[in-house]
């Protein structure tokens, strides 16, 4: 019995030891993300701070890049100069792709931005029975070797959930892909599907 008392106790430690040091890595990889981040839009966001008279041109590598376009939108938002984003990547569909790889890209995720990303449809749900509309946008994407998802080919990202008034660069609460959850094992529809029941209406 107290041997047996031991070994649980030792198991517990274990577990114990083992989440915080999990804890604590994702949190110096989150930490060490933000960073890179603040750095990919440093130059824009110094051009706007001191005041500088910037054009559409200084703007569009950032909404070309999916990895910025969602910060470029919103340090251009914070000063009053949304108008010179580029007119091509002001749509819903550019800021839910900049929304999953964003999200794709944090450690406890994919850990990486896609090598590709296409977006496949719209997925439409009632999800009130009073014909209250939710909308998700369904994406694929993949990465290439050698990274360790690369095996699973084209994945399913979905972003959302959106309404008939939602901004371009509303944030969407239920960004989510299950890695793993490739287009020759399931549809568009049914992840769509699986996300807004398990993760939007459970929030």
């Known amino acids: 019995m107290k041997i047996s ?4 106790g030792l198991i517990i430690l274990a577990i114990i030891v083992f989440l915080g040091y999990r804890f604590l890595t994702v949190k110096k990889q989150n930490t060490k993300l933000n ?3 603040f750095d990919r839009v440093k130059e824009l966001y110094n051009k706007l701070k001191s005041g500088q008279e910037i054009s559409e041109n200084d703007v569009l590598p950032f909404a070309k890049n999916v990895l910025t376009r969602q910060h470029a ?3 251009l938002t914070d000063h009053n100069k949304t108008k010179l984003f580029p007119k091509e990547y002001h749509n819903l569909i550019s800021g839910a792709e900049s929304s999953l790889a964003n999200w794709l890209e944090f450690p406890t995720e994919l850990g990486a931005c896609p090598d ?3 977006h496949i449809k719209r997925v439409t749900f009632d999800f009130d029975g009073q ?5 998700y946008e ?6 290439y070797e050698p990274h360790w998802a690369a095996k699973e080919g084209w994945s399913l990202g979905v972003v959302g959930p959106y309404f008939d008034d939602s901004k371009p660069y509303d944030f969407p609460h239920s960004t989510f892909s299950r890695i793993g959850s490739t287009l020759d ?3 568009p529809d049914e992840e769509a599907k699986w996300v807004h029941e398990n993760i939007s ?3």
């Open 131 to 135: 014909n209250n509309l939710v909308h």
């Open 73 to 75: 939108f919103q340090l």
């Open 35 to 37: 960073a890179e981040r």
């Open 116 to 118: 590709e990303i296409e």
């Open 5 to 8: 008392l031991i070994i649980l």
């Open 138 to 143: 369904v994406f694929k994407y993949r990465v």
């Open 201 to 203: 209406m459970r929030q």
């Open 185 to 187: 094992k399931i549809s």
